[in-house]
């Protein structure tokens, strides 16, 4: 697929990066001779210095030929416009568009973006993403990811275990025998650094990194089983106001009165225009970086801090210093590296990654055919990935334990109807059934042939 992306900061670099490294034709966009240099020079993208929203500029960048424009741009009227170029001057297929203002997606202005309005198929907004990430997190204190699918009626959990959990070193068959209604399968095991799909023989050890996907209602269930159920922050401090931050807080009033929020924010002027919006949140004018200031938010008591500005250096010694000063749970949003692998020991309990959040929303329109969501975990090594099945998959009609599934995937849930079916052996796939599943990173475009979904892959 010839995908064109316009802007080159880190959302736009983030998405080129990996839909060039899955071997589609990528020209990323941007006003930037460096960075275009920097991006071009170190990975198989092409570069082009100028405005995405100039024809002359499209149209070097191959516009004639290609499938998808991303504009993903600062400037969400910048993006608007190279979708518009794109659609009427060039007859790109699919235009997405970033858009940051929250003006623009208020559902009193819902019609703005219909097919009659705009010439935009998809609008992606990073920010809101990336909060209700944080608020999935806050809401299962335990996991460090949490990915909901079908609906929200099945959710994909990430977990750390600890000594202290009471199924470890126990083989994964033995678990279902012992819990046969738990309504969750263990779909990856990251040991020693190391992913990979489990049998039903595998056991898991303290200290690693475990995916299950679960029906929704069994969530709570299936984490005091691991030994992690944790009750949801009722305080909360929120490191930064700006457009994630305060999304955070707003949605945090909306939905439980009885949760104290707090924010820093180092600008004076967005301190008090922030304050003016939230009802109940108290807003406090500092660094996060400075202890009094911290002292006065009351990080010593507070259960949950999340460092949301927009620097990711301050995010992540913010978030250790927080932990250090008593904050129960420290998570802090990193875009530009990864330090995921290194959270826990340098004290942080989730590293939010706005990256995968925004590439999970694209490659959904990226893989054509019947795929409804694909998350990617892990730092990108492996994938939850939501499909249809269609009448003419080899896995219609037969017992999975039947079906040769390629060695890195696995099927964690199947959503007929209004009820999600935790597989096992005996269960058979229907055409239109909706599977759940994860496959290690090189192992998706096997699903391919699975599901007859046409990923294209280049």
Sequence with gaps: MKIIICGAGQVGRGIAERLAGEKNDVTLI?????????????????GIVGHGSHPDVLERAGAFDADMIIAATFVDEVNMMACEV??????????????????????????????????IDVIISPEIAVGEMVLRRLALPGAFEAVYFADEKAIAIGMTLHEECPVINTPLSQLTDLFPDLGAVVVAIMHDGVLTVPHGDDQMLAGDEVFLIAKQESAHRVMTLFGLDEEPASHVLIGGGGNIGLYVAQKLEERDSKIKVRIVEDD??????????????????????????????????????????????????AGMLAKQQGAGQSMSLVSSFNVGPLAQAIGLDAVIDPRSVTVSGILRHVRRGRIRGVQPVLGGAGEVVEAEALETSPMIGEQLRNIDLPEGVRIGAIWRGDEIITPDGSTEIKPHDKVIMFALSNQVQELQNLFHVGLEYF
Excluded: C, H, W
């Design 86 to 119: 794109a659609n009427g001057l060039f007859e790109i297929p699919t235009k997405i568009a970033r858009v940051r203002a929250q003006t623009y997606l208020k559902p009193a202005y819902r019609k703005l973006f219909t097919r009659d309005n705009t010439a």
């Design 268 to 317: 004076e002027a967005r301190a008090e225009e922030i304050s003016e919006i939230l009802k109940r949140t108290v807003v406090l004018n500092g660094s996060v970086l400075d202890e009094e200031t911290m002292r006065e938010a009351g990080v010593y008591q507070t259960e949950a801090f999340i460092a949301l500005t927009n620097d990711d250096k301050v995010n992540i010694l």
């Design 30 to 46: 941007d006003t930037s001779e460096e960075l275009i240099q920097s991006i071009s020079s170190s990975q198989d993208i092409q």
